[in-house]
């Protein structure tokens, strides 16, 4: 079965310092899914990559995804205290799930910025 | 906020004992799906529903089970609660288009503020 491994598992940070999350999946990755959750509340989705070499942005938030390393990272710009949370990727494990698309996920990366 | 809530938002509840949990999807989405996060760890597929099936389960025993309504909002139930089924509960809405039904689907999924299961 397919498997997420996300790193670092935590991450501190100085206010204003850049950082990466990177999110390695075992097999292909036929999309990739970021979402940001605060400790014991939801998901918030982030964005999707769908194509090898995508990359998107949101705010101070890129996501880029290498489907040759079946990779993707996530960078924030200029970190604040609002970015602190549990960043999660999500990918669906096949192509053709029988109609249904399910998504499994990374462990979590823990963010704390400290001011 | 993603329009997806869910009831109750904490729950103690006793080994043994029946849970019913409550999703309401997002306006315009017709597909739920089920996930439980256990501390610590990503969230897991429990199961999805569409047009009030089940359509789509993970590996997870047949005591979850799970309902959906008309109105796309959905159930959850768990039987016979053990201490493992402590964690917190998502569910997640999305919009399938029929159009691509049997086509590789990226309906992106927007998840509730979840229930907090405790079992003692």
């Known amino acids: 079965s397919q498997e997420l491994e996300q790193s670092p598992q935590s991450l501190i940070v100085q206010e204003g310092k850049n950082l990466t999350i990177n999110c390695t999946s075992s097999?292909?990755?036929?999309?990739l899914y970021w979402y940001k959750q605060k400790y014991g509340e939801g998901l918030i989705f982030l964005m999707m990559?769908?194509?090898?070499?995508e990359e998107k942005s949101h705010e101070k938030i890129t996501a880029k995804l290498d489907e040759k390393k079946q990779q993707s990272s996530l960078h924030i710009t200029a970190s604040q205290p609002s970015h602190a949370g549990i960043y999660l990727c999500?990918?669906?494990?096949?192509?053709?799930?029988?109609?249904?698309?399910?998504?499994?996920f990374g462990a979590g990366t823990r963010l704390a910025v400290h001011p | 906020e993603t329009g997806v809530t869910q009831s109750p938002t904490h729950l103690i509840k006793t080994r043994g004992q029946q849970v019913t949990l409550r999703c309401s999807s997002q306006?315009?989405?017709?597909?739920v799906s089920w996930y439980q996060q256990a501390l610590g760890q990503g969230p897991q597929f429990i199961f999805q529903?569409?047009?009030?099936?089940?359509?789509g389960r993970g590996n997870f025993p047949p005591r979850f089970s799970g309902l959906q309504f008309p109105n796309y909002s959905s159930e959850l139930n768990v039987n016979a609660l053990e201490l493992d089924d402590s964690a917190l509960y998502l569910c997640?809405?999305?919009?399938?288009?029929?159009?691509?039904?049997?086509?590789?689907?990226?309906?992106?999924?927007?998840f509730g503020p979840g229930t907090r299961l405790l079992v003692l």
């Open positions: 529903y569409y047009r009030e099936e089940e359509n």
């Open positions: 097999k292909t990755l036929y999309g």
């Open positions: 990559l769908q194509k090898g070499g």
């Open positions: 306006s315009g989405h017709n597909t």
């Open positions: 999500g990918a669906e494990p096949q192509p053709f799930s029988g109609g249904y698309n399910k998504l499994i």
């Open positions: 997640a809405s999305s919009r399938r288009d029929t159009r691509t039904f049997f086509n590789r689907n990226q309906e992106t999924q927007y």
